[in-house]
């Protein structure tokens, strides 16, 4: 059956991942992101190979842009029954250097971004009695991590809200998982690593019991399960995709 699917950070990584998975078992794809030019070249890509998708520039932190986004995807795709949440950022600091500001724009992204986007496509799949939500944290919310308290603490909030959400759904026929990703090979993940604020490439496969980098297909596939007619039973989980990380 062909459903509904929002990805929030489908300009990049992950988020492009996901939204290929979906177009390509026939769900209609609402792609959205803050990068405007990056989420439209994907969203493209998926017409091209014969999708129905649309793209939507927006910041998860600016409420109001969330909700008119859907709206949107509403009168476009129709009711929104599937989402994902992968938009988010990462920042490396002490703890004790990081600005109240700072503090508030990884909270605002992160996660009010996912209570954003949750908030504004929960009412339709209620409406519907059917609904898929996948959120996605980070195994540094499981194990911990130095540098990086708030990006930490903001995913941490993300597990928390999912598995709060998973029981208040429940009885409507919504599942609510996330998946806290290990290492994988993203933009995001590349950054750090050639600024030296992570281990080499090679340290972190060195650290993977199953020897390699995670892809971005790695937590789309997962997606795709958790998103299916047949997860309806798993419910309020943190599917770890971390290459055997022991966390
Ligand atoms: P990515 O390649 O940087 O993709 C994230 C996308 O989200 C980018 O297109 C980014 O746009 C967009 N975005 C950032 N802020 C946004 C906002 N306010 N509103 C809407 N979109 C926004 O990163 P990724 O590795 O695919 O990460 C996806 C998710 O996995 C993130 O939540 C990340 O924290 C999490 N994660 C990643 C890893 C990893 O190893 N890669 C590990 C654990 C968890 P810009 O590029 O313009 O900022």
């Known amino acids: 059956m062909s459903r509904v699917a929002v990805v929030t950070g489908a300009g990049s990584g992950m988020g492009v991942a996901i939204s290929q998975h979906f177009a390509a078992r026939g769900d209609r794809v609402a792609l ?20 129905e998708a649309i793209s939507c520039q927006v910041d998860v932190s600016d409420r109001r842009a969330v909700f008119e986004a859907i709206e949107t995807v509403r009168t476009e795709l129709g ?31 992160n996660l009010t971004g996912t209570f954003n986007c949750l908030q504004a496509v929960v009412p339709d799949m209620l409406a519907g009695g059917w609904g898929r939500i996948v959120t996605i944290s980070s195994s540094s919310a499981q194990s911990g991590t130095k540098n990086m308290s708030h990006y930490v603490a903001s995913k941490g909030g ?40 992570l281990p080499s490439m090679e340290e972190l496969i060195a650290r993977t019991p199953v020897g390699r980098a995670g892809t971005p297909d790695d937590i789309a596939a997962a997606c795709a399960f958790l998103c299916s007619e047949e997860a309806g039973y798993i419910t309020g989980q943190l599917i770890g995709v971390n290459g055997g990380w022991y966390l």
């Open 32 to 51: 959205l992101d803050v990068n405007g030019a990056a989420v439209e070249e994907v969203t493209q890509r998926l017409r091209d190979g014969g999708a």
């Open 79 to 109: 009711a929104v029954e599937i989402i994902v949440t992968s938009a988010g950022i990462e920042a490396f600091v002490p703890f004790l250097e990081i600005s109240p500001e700072s503090w508030e724009r990884m909270m605002a992204v």
């Open 158 to 197: 993300v597990i928390a809200l999912t598995k709060a959400l998973a029981i208040e759904y429940a009885p409507h026929g919504i599942t609510v998982n996330t998946i806290p990703p290990g290492f994988i090979e993203t933009p995001m993940a590349h950054r750090p690593i050639e600024a030296g604020l």
